[in-house]
């Protein structure tokens, strides 16, 4: 039995004409007979949101440029990082330090100077989300926490607006479409998906657990890919689908998502929230004082107090830098309560990670294993290097 189902009308009506250089540009676009002339016209008169010019928003705000989507908007207030570069390829070495949005301007005029580049440097925050949403046809979700993705989905939801949403790391990577007013009874919004966030500090961010840069390309261009089918009316869109990559294996597999079929557990979402709030705070350890400074730590070590410094972190990033005298025992032998028999009774416990999202969550399973006194490093190694020792190599 067929699983496939009828196509979703165009979600943007065609512009009037295309000019002598947009035929040339477009020519091997206009020439599918499913996209056409008519498929490029509501391309230019679309009008696209990206969220994020990171990770997964460089590549699609790339190709929907140079595919001729007429109008972009990039929501972006960080500015270019060093670390960025192995996967936000639309920002260059010389970009480093800039705003990541400005970069990402110039680098769509110089793709396609056609394009009207609209660019919004500040927090999507609740406050401001729907109306920014009701500005645009669609939305492309590249963002990277929890918080601002289901900020995204509500704000989406109320806007009426349909979002294409994307997540990766590591090897692996997934993509969907969320519409809560498709046609046909088809909608489906984020909270269908996953009704509840993770507990906080259980997915480890890309900063702290790492991404192949190359995935970010993979997921992307599906993110472009369904931008487009959802614009110009082609193909069967991802609503009502998740995508799974994985990388390592090379395979993409796709499960259906559907509603709840209980009308009364299905989220009803009827206004913005606090969304950091609704994630989660880290854990504290569930005790005070349970994060040291830097400083405190410096201090603790020079006193000869009986210490068990303890990095959370894996062992590539052990090989990368470390604290001196620290012993690696992963966040994860921690939490399985493998590692607890590694930690000494007779000195008090500090945990560190990066940043220090990893071992608040060790913390609160070596509090919990009776290691009352344990403590973690607020901050983590990054922290630690800004103000103790500058000239250790970070990443």
């Known amino acids: 039995m067929s699983t496939s189902q009828t196509p979703l009308p165009p979600l943007v009506e065609p512009a009037a004409e295309l000019s002598r250089d947009e035929v040339a540009r477009y020519s091997r676009h206009l020439i599918i007979p499913d996209l056409g002339v008519d498929g490029q016209k509501r391309l ?12 997964l928003g460089a590549p699609a705000l790339l190709y929907l440029a140079a595919a001729g989507v007429g109008t ?13 570069l192995h996967r936000q390829i639309i920002h260059g070495t010389a970009d480093v330090g800039r705003p990541k949005a400005q970069s990402a301007r110039d680098s769509i005029a110089a793709i396609n100077p056609l394009v009207d580049v609209r660019l919004h440097e500040f927090r999507l925050e609740a406050a401001n989300a729907v109306e920014l949403f009701s500005q645009y046809d669609l939305i492309v979700d590249g963002a990277d926490n929890f918080a601002t993705r289901y900020l ?8 009426k607006k349909p979002y294409v949403w994307g997540s990766i790391y590591r090897f692996e990577g997934q993509a969907s479409v969320f519409w809560e007013d498709a046609p046909g009874g ?14 906080p500090g259980t997915v480890p961010s890309c900063a702290e657990g790492g991404v192949l840069g190359i995935v970010c390309a993979s ?24 995508m799974i990559y994985d990388a390592l294996q090379m395979s993409y597999r796709t499960i259906r998502v559907r509603k709840d079929p209980s009308d009364a557990s299905r989220p009803r979402i009827t206004e913005l929230i606090d969304y950091e709030d609704f994630c989660g705070a880290l854990p504290d350890g569930g005790a005070e ?29 052990w090989d990368i830098n470390h604290i001196e005298g620290a012993r690696l025992i992963p966040q994860s032998l921690l939490s399985s309560g493998e590692g607890l028999a590694q930690l000494p009774h007779d000195r008090t416990a500090v945990l560190y990670c990066k940043t220090g999202v990893r071992s608040a969550e060790a913390l609160a399973a070596v509090k919990k294993a009776g290691f009352s006194d344990a403590v973690h490093l607020q901050g983590g190694i990054v922290a630690w290097a800004e103000q103790m020792q500058p000239d250790m190599v970070m990443y």
Do not use: W
């Not at 972009?72 to 960025?84: K, T, W």
């Not at 088809?186 to 507990?199: A, I, K, Q, S, T």
């Open 289 to 317: 004082g349970s994060a040291i400074t830097p400083r405190e730590l410096r201090e603790l070590l020079d006193s000869g107090k009986k210490l068990a410094l303890i990095d959370v972190r894996e062992q590539a990033e």
């Open 72 to 84: 972009l908007g990039i929501v972006d207030f960080d500015v270019v990082d060093e670390s960025n």
């Open 219 to 242: 997921i992307a261009s599906v993110m472009g890919t369904e931008a487009i089918k959802l614009i110009t009316g082609i193909g069967e869109s991802l609503l009502g689908r998740l």
């Open 44 to 55: 230019k008169n679309a009008r696209v949101l990206v969220i994020g010019a990171g990770g």
């Open 186 to 199: 088809r909608g489906l919004n984020y909270r269908d998906l996953y009704p509840e966030p993770p507990p």
């Open 152 to 159: 995204v989905n509500d704000a989406a939801v109320l806007a």
